[in-house]
């Protein structure tokens, strides 16, 4: 994992400092700030991501999981220039300083060091501090007119030069819900990793656990489960907001567990696979099978085009809190320009959602994991009403009706969503304005 910052001003290294103070759980090996003319800029992270600034201009951070999935900042004419990977894999946020200087971090937390001004940088943008430019992004796509067997074997071929470019020395792990998706990352990877670490977490009797020791058992790996009490789960929802720097209570839901898990992750590799994305692309939520044929493609453009500042920030958060990288496989610009061009038919087919892909990963995974149905993470995960009912206990009616409408305008729809804003409230402070923060589409604040 690694972070970025600056300002747009020369002789700023103090208060950059101060800003990668506040990012320095994104990596402890290094640090470096560079000040060119008209600009310092700093980054940290881990000792590999050292050697890859070196070979960058002076005036150049970035912050760089694997390739095409990056966020960096280029000094020039007196300040700098910002762009995003199109899928916004890597944050990136920006805003101006009290007394007018451009600023950029990695997280939020690292501008409110020097600033309450902030903006998340759109995917596939570059922006200058005046202009934003569209660099790239994914759009509709022709459809392939292939069988659905040759598409299936392109698809294997596709993911596994995806997983295989990111596996670096071996050392890495894998998440491992039980679900399909991080299953296929495990699979894929664990030829080529002589022991692969995998790591499952849930409350006692939660299905993921099962059927994350079922693919573990199948596919050999060294699996290390964590059986999460209630009270645990609690306790950490302060740690979880801080690190999501979101109260979207779907987003917090889905990131309890995946912290938790994290924290196991990271006393073990420094890098672990996550198989978030395996659903947008493939259409693996329920809901999509009551759209139309024809309106499947463009919802599933839109919902991949949400992952930045939603699932993907739980991703990037959770890993980055312990210092360690996320790596998302199905994102590879290779594996995301091939999905977009297969049939909607081939990824619903009789009612059975990412068909191709279970298609693609036949004889690879045991039945019962192969032809898993989707499940909520949390619902897998068994956290399903808890975090709920927990909330009831704390927010009362009339707690509600008074706070529900927030000072910059934001109406919380659930008793679940204040309780999370008041911890987030107690951890960053007001904002007047919130449109930096992801909603996740579907949810009541959407």
Not at 56 to 63: A, H, K
Not at 229 to 258: H, K, T
Not at 304 to 317: P, S
Not at 404 to 415: A, I, Y
């Amino acid at each position: 994992m690694s972070a970025i910052a600056g300002i747009a001003r020369a002789g700023q290294t103090e208060q950059v400092s101060r800003m990668l103070d506040r990012l320095s759980h994104r990596g402890r090996r290094w640090r470096e700030i560079r000040e060119v003319e008209g600009a310092t800029l700093g980054a940290l992270g881990s000792k590999i991501q050292q050697a890859d600034l070196k070979e960058l201009p002076n005036g150049m951070v970035r912050d760089r999981a694997s390739a095409g999935h990056f966020a960096h900042a280029q000094a020039q004419n007196g300040g700098f220039e910002l762009q995003r990977d199109r899928l916004g894999v890597r944050p990136l946020y920006y805003g101006w300083t009290n007394d007018g200087a451009f600023c950029f971090a990695s997280e939020v937390k690292g501008l409110l060091a020097v600033t309450r001004d902030v903006h998340e940088m759109p995917p596939g943008y570059s922006f200058d501090g005046k202009e934003l430019k569209k660099q790239a992004g994914i759009t509709l796509q022709p459809e392939l007119n292939e069988s659905a067997e040759t598409i299936a074997r392109e698809l294997r071929k596709r993911l596994e030069s995806s997983v295989q470019g990111r596996i670096g020395n071996g050392d890495v792990g894998s998440w491992l819900s039980g679900g399909l998706d991080s299953s296929v990352m495990v699979a894929l990877a664990r030829p080529h990793v002589n022991k692969l670490h995998t790591f499952a977490a849930g409350m006692a009797g939660a299905p993921d656990l099962e059927f994350a020791c079922v693919a573990a058992d199948f596919l050999q790996t060294e699996h290390h489960e964590r059986v999460v009490q209630p009270e645990e789960m609690f306790a950490a929802l302060g740690d979880v907001i801080y690190a999501l720097e979101s109260f979207d209570a779907w987003l917090i839901r889905s990131s309890v567990m995946n912290y938790l898990v994290a924290q196991t992750a990271a006393d073990y590799v420094p890098a672990v696979f996550s198989g978030e994305g395996g659903d947008e692309l493939f259409a693996g939520y329920d809901y999509l099978k009551s759209l139309a044929p024809a309106e499947l493609p463009s919802e599933l453009i839109d919902i991949t085009n949400r992952l930045h500042n939603t699932a993907l920030q739980r991703v990037d958060r959770c890993s980055s809190a312990f210092g360690t990288v996320a790596h998302v496989g199905f994102l590879d610009d290779g594996v995301v320009d091939y999905a977009l061009q297969i049939p909607a038919s081939l990824k619903l087919r009789d009612g059975m959602e990412k068909w191709i892909l279970r298609k693609a990963m036949e004889g690879t995974l045991p039945d019962s994991v192969l032809w898993r149905p989707k499940a909520k993470f949390w619902q897998g995960a068994g956290v399903e009403d808890f975090l709920a009912r927990h909330a009831e206990e704390k927010i009362s009616d009339a707690d509600f009706k008074r706070e529900r409408n927030l000072p910059n305008g934001v109406l919380v729809n659930t008793k679940e969503e204040l309780f999370y804003y008041r911890i987030f409230r107690e951890r960053f402070g007001d904002f007047d304005d919130l449109a930096w923060m992801g909603r996740t589409k579907g949810s009541p604040m959407a």
